[in-house]
């Protein structure tokens, strides 16, 4: 019932995770920032792929389940100062532009690959921190779990605030989410808005933040394809951002644990402490 096949495209090798009797697939590209291109569910495809990004080395991937880490979101100038040093670090960290070693893989009731990065010379020159970061991409029936481990080998406690940034695929910018939150900002004019009166992405630049849900949890409806996407996250996760790009056909739905540059303000950074690791999770079902 479950199969992991590979395949050597024009450029990468891609990991096929099938669960036959829910004609269900994973598609997953270790090399190109160990993200994820496709999720399908009962033979229907729920993500957007823009092919030639993800092809072009030099550029991020527009599509798929991007990974974000050290960091989500951008720093002012693209930089931060820690500990009397300043370092330069590209939007949503360097983890969606390294390639990631597959450490594991199962078919043993589930599909399921495990990656792995691990500090370098180049990554401390951005995070000065030895880490080890562990991802296991699940596959079973109609869903999608992300299970992460952020492991801190430095001396010192490690401030980290990941975070994804799945491209869900959807002409329609003005869905309907199931959410408990009650306010956003809406960053294209830095106003707090009540998400009652909607979340219409149509004629958007930038993000809208739900800030304040309780519930981990956010649920839409793909009305194309007539498919109902739940998101659940770990309790680290506090903010959701909602974001599309006109003249494209997705709405990404994003699971953060702190908001843009927060390497910079310092009030809401997680901490893993020297020795310790954080485990946590994203599950994404398809109804």
Same mark, same amino acid.
């Given at each position: 019932?479950?199969? =992991? ?54 550029? #991020? ?15 002012? #100038? ?24 597959? =450490? ?29 970061? =562990? ?10 779990? =992300? ?141």
């Amino acid at each position: 019932m479950y199969e =992991i096949t590979t395949e050597k495209d024009e450029q990468y090798t891609i990991y096929h995770l099938k669960d036959t009797k829910s004609d269900s697939w994973l598609k997953v590209a270790p090399e190109r920032g160990g993200i994820i291109t496709a999720f399908g569910v009962q033979g229907v495809e729920t993500l957007f792929l823009n092919k030639k990004t993800f092809y072009d080395e030099k550029a #991020n991937v527009r599509g798929g389940i991007p990974i974000l880490f050290p960091i989500s979101g951008q720093l002012n #100038n693209g930089e931060y100062e820690w500990e009397g040093t300043v370092y330069k670090m590209k939007n949503h960290g360097f983890a969606r532009n390294l390639p990631w070693e597959v =450490i594991d893989t199962n078919t043993e009731n589930q599909a399921s690959i495990t990656l792995r990065i691990t500090s370098n010379e180049e990554t401390k020159s951005a995070f000065p921190f030895e880490f080890e970061v =562990i991802y296991t991409y699940v596959l079973k029936d109609n869903q999608l779990q =992300i299970l992460q481990e952020y492991v801190n080998k430095s001396d010192t406690k490690m401030p980290i605030y990941p975070g994804f940034h799945p491209y869900f695929k959807t002409s329609d910018k003005n869905l309907t989410y199931e959410t408990d939150a009650k306010t956003y900002r809406d960053d294209n004019d830095y106003e707090i808005k009540n998400v009652a009166d909607g979340l219409d992405l149509s004629d958007k630049k930038e993000s809208f933040i739900l800030l304040d849900a309780k519930k981990k949890e956010i649920a839409f409806t793909l009305p194309e394809i007539d498919k109902k996407i739940t998101m659940s996250y770990g309790e680290e996760f506090k903010y959701v951002y909602l974001w599309t790009e006109q003249g494209q056909d997705f709405v990404c739905v994003e699971p953060w644990i702190a908001q843009t540059d927060e390497m910079n303000r310092k009030d809401e950074l997680y901490f893993v402490g020297k020795g310790d690791s954080l485990k946590t999770f994203l599950t994404i079902s398809v109804q």
